[in-house]
Each structure stands twice: as structure tokens, then as C-alpha cells.
């Protein structure tokens, strides 16, 4: 979750700039001492119209990870679902006006282990924030922009 001081500045970029909108995440698992937890990362992207960029805000949280089957991780995936809707929540007051997207890290091929919960997550999403949610290959914000955050990417 954004702090204070985060969603304070946020809300007076929002205030300044015009733009669309674009909120996803992303998880990764890991194993630490014996038990596995998972890195979710949730960004907020501001895209300035007429090709004058934009401003990407993401904070980054770690939690024990509670699946029963690893390779079906439905609680973890679930939660960063929970935590981009409630992202988009947070900030809705705001965005009336705006274009916004969001941006689910979920495979719709039932080969890939976030198949498992794509129904459920599409059906939380529009059912809280009525936008149809975009999976991927079109959800870049979710599988390539936060990836980059959760993986640590930015700090290279």
C-alpha cells in the first residue's frame, strides 16, 4: 500500500496532470528460511497524452504465501488482484474524468498456473471497480511494468 506521503503525491500529480490511467501488478514467489513468500508490486502509471510521457508510482510488499499447491497459486494471484483493485479504490475520487485500464498478470492459456483463478479475478475486478480488466498478451502494466518493479529491475 502507498504511504501517506506517496499517496499525497499522487493525488497533487493527478491534480496537475491530465492523463490516462493504468494500474497493475505483480507477484513472485520466493523461498526464505524454509518458507515460501511472495514480492507484490502495484503500479499506478499516469500517461500524458500527446507523447509527453508520464510518471509511474509502485510500492512494493512482502508476504507469506499460504498456497496449497505451488503450482496453482489462486491465494497469491488473488491477492495481487485485491491489491491493484484496491489501488484503483483508493484513487477513484479522482479519476472520474479519466481513462482508466487495468492491468491483471494473468495467462488466459490453461497451461500457465494464473489460469486458475481468471474467472474469479475478472468477475472481483468488474464487480468493485466496473472496468473489465485486461489480461494478457494486453496487459502490459501488470506483466511487463510491474514485473520490472518486482524483480528489481529499476535498480539496475
Known sequence: MFTEQEKLEIFDYLNKT???IYIGGDSQRFLKSGKFYARFTVVLIVHIKNN???KI???TEVEPV???YLDKPRLRLMEEVRKIV???IEFADILNDRKVEIHLDLNPKEKYG????????????????GFHAKIKPDAWA??????HYV???HLR
Request: hydrophobic share 20%; with cysteine.
Open 18 to 20: 491530465p492523463g490516462n
Open 52 to 54: 509527453s510521457g508520464g
Open 57 to 59: 508510482f509502485h510500492y
Open 66 to 68: 499460504y498456497d496449497k
Open 86 to 88: 484496491n489501488t484503483y
Open 114 to 129: 494464473s489460469n486458475v483463478i481468471l474467472k474469479e479475478a475478472l468477475g472481483y475486478v468488474l464487480g468493485m471497480t
Open 142 to 147: 501488470g506483466s511487463n511494468c510491474s514485473d
Open 151 to 153: 524483480r528489481g529491475k
